[in-house]
């Protein structure tokens, strides 16, 4: 931006990082405050280093919360290659809605087509999902958190009682800082229920994935996902052949509970 240039009401501003940034602190004192508070407090800190992550779900909910605190504000999404058309559709609507740039990431094309060609298209139903998710999903956020000073993401503890009960609304990254590249990592919905975010949604009248319709909740790749039924977990869902501690696909390296 020329010196000359005032910055507008939207752009954010980043603040010099102080030494009383202390990521612990921070979160005890927010563990109760709203999203938006949340959210400001990030954009405070970090102004336009910050990234939204879109999954293309209820997650809409953080996009417009931010998107509200500024207009500008940077969103990416990964594409496994593996997506539902609605989501793809989905995340257009939004792109267009907003009036913003989604950057989508992309698996590695070298290591895709050696897993495709080596295990074929559906070796997670035998092999487990680690391995399909780290080509698709691991390796092309790490690629783009690599750049990144801090993220949010939509993540609730009520998505997944067993492996996501504790996520704290601020959190030093552990699957993707280093000593000399600490990644900060905002979950502003931690604290919200699924029924809050819904009625977010409906009375904003935002966009929402049209799979919501019919029975998904927790979206992701096609051959993964499918419809719940009521009173069965969201979780439910996801890699239904798996064990209940292994339903992550290793975004959140911290929910991920290891095998005994």
Request: hydrophobic residues 35%.
């Amino acid at each position: 931006m020329p010196a000359t240039e005032r910055p507008s009401a939207d752009h954010q501003e980043a603040r010099p990082m102080s030494q009383t940034f202390n990521v612990a602190e921070l979160a005890a004192a927010y563990a109760n405050k709203s999203p938006q508070d949340i959210l400001k407090l990030a954009f405070e800190h970090f102004g336009d280093e910050l990234w939204i992550s879109f999954s293309g779900a209820e997650d809409v909910v953080l996009l417009d919360m931010a998107w509200k605190l500024n207009k500008q504000v940077k969103v990416f999404t990964l594409d496994t290659g593996r997506l539902h058309p609605e989501t793809y559709r989905f995340i257009e609507q939004v792109r267009e809605h907003y009036g913003i740039v989604i950057e989508v990431m992309s698996p590695d094309a070298q290591k895709l087509q050696d897993l495709v060609r080596e295990k074929g298209l559906f070796s997670f139903y035998k092999d487990g999902h680690g391995e399909c998710c780290g080509i698709r999903k691991i390796e092309p956020l790490k690629r783009k958190l690599a750049t990144v000073k801090a993220w949010a993401t939509g993540q609730r503890r009520d998505q997944s009682p067993g492996t996501r009960s504790q996520v704290a609304v601020l959190e030093l990254d552990a699957a993707f800082s280093s000593p000399e590249q600490p990644l900060y990592k905002f979950n502003p919905l931690a604290q919200m229920s699924s029924e809050e975010v819904w009625a977010y949604i409906r009375m904003l009248e935002l966009p929402y994935n049209s799979l919501h319709e019919r029975g998904f909740i927790s979206i992701g790749c096609e051959p993964c996902t499918r419809p719940v039924l009521p009173n069965q977990h969201e979780r439910e869902g996801r890699w239904w052949w798996e064990e209940e501690t292994q339903k992550e696909c290793g975004l959140h390296a911290g929910n991920v509970i290891a095998k005994a």
